[in-house]
């Protein structure tokens, strides 16, 4: 099996896409070596951020080819309404190199049955024994995946190895005290940026999934940085992850909302990269009141981390 890849900072990336609305792989590409050189450990493709619903197999699986040969290390969304399209992907995966999976429920049809969910996470992780896996847990995908389940599964397939708990601050509770409390080897993932303290500090987490990371690398890294010397007994580290925490609030915020692509992809043309202007569906777009909400939050953020980091002599 191969090393656990789900240690560190890892940006979900997003789609860019050209002016016909079709996948920019040059500038995904692009924006995964940028964010590796910044100092993440690998990113993750066509989990929600990734627009998976909206792209075609061909596209996603496409979209996961030209990250590997670029020598990026990637982790694989398995999103899918169906279990036949999941495992494709999961397979796919492992045929071109990726480094692991995030297993993501079964949607739509029987999506609150954990028999089916059971027979959905099996498959995929029959397709592909050697990539290390961790279940993907979202209120958003309408099932919550428990300890029993877990562990059922766990005693069975070698490669799942963990979880990504994006279920807010009570779920992250529920999976360090139910599941990565039973088993030293099993690794927690935060998957929701408003709560990296919290499952560093409280929860025991090896790392974190972030959204905002696409846009504030630097200063995400600084805070999970941070959290990790908290988690230690650090108590400068403690306070100034809090501090670090607190003024990210706004922006982690968008991760918890259903127009999180939108508002990241903005960040990112207010970073200058063009490329993230459109979205798949012309439809799709911030207001006019969204937007210079954002641009606002943004800039006080960047000025309060430019005036405390100087405090800090960094």
């Known amino acids: 099996m191969s090393t656990n890849i789900f240690t ?11 002016p016909d609305r079709t996948p920019d792989y040059d500038a995904l590409v692009a924006k995964g070596k940028e964010l590796i050189a910044a100092g993440m450990s690998a990113v993750v493709y066509c989990g929600s951020m990734g627009d998976w619903p909206l792209l075609t197999a061909e ?9 590997v040969a670029a020598g990026i290390p990637v982790i694989v969304g398995t999103g899918a309404v169906n279990s036949k399209e999941a495992v494709a992907h999961a397979a796919h995966a492992a045929k071109v190199g990726a480094h692991g999976l995030m297993v993501i429920p079964r949607v739509m049809s029987r999506g609150a049955s954990a028999t089916a969910q059971k027979a959905h996470f099996s498959a995929i992780l029959e397709a592909a024994p050697n990539l290390p896996a961790v279940i993907y847990n979202s209120p958003y995908y309408g099932f919550a995946t428990r300890a029993d389940l877990f562990f059922e599964l766990r005693a069975k397939y070698a490669n799942l190895i963990g979880f990504k708990e994006f279920g807010g601050a009570t779920d992250l509770r529920y999976a360090a005290e139910h599941i990565t409390s039973k088993d030293d080897a099993v690794t ?27 846009a504030l690398p630097k200063e995400v890294l600084h805070l999970v940085e941070l959290c990790k010397k908290a988690a230690q007994g650090d108590v400068a580290a403690r306070r100034q992850a809090q501090e670090l925490e607190s003024a990210l609030a706004v922006l982690s915020s968008f991760d918890e909302g259903t127009d999180l692509v939108l508002y990241y992809k903005y960040l990112l043309v207010l970073n200058g990269q063009k490329e993230y202007t459109l979205h798949f569906n012309e439809t799709d777009a911030l207001t006019d009141s969204q937007r210079r909400y954002t641009e606002a939050q943004y800039q006080l ?9 100087k405090d800090l002599g960094r």
């Open 8 to 18: 560190g900072t890892i940006p979900a990336l997003m789609t860019p896409c050209t």
């Open 59 to 67: 596209q996603r699986q496409e979209g996961v080819a030209r990250l």
């Open 188 to 214: 927690l993932m935060v998957g929701v940026d408003t709560q990296v303290f919290h499952g560093f500090v409280n929860c025991g987490a090896t790392g974190s999934i972030t959204g905002i990371g696409n």
């Open 301 to 309: 953020f960047r000025d309060w981390y430019a005036a405390w980091s």
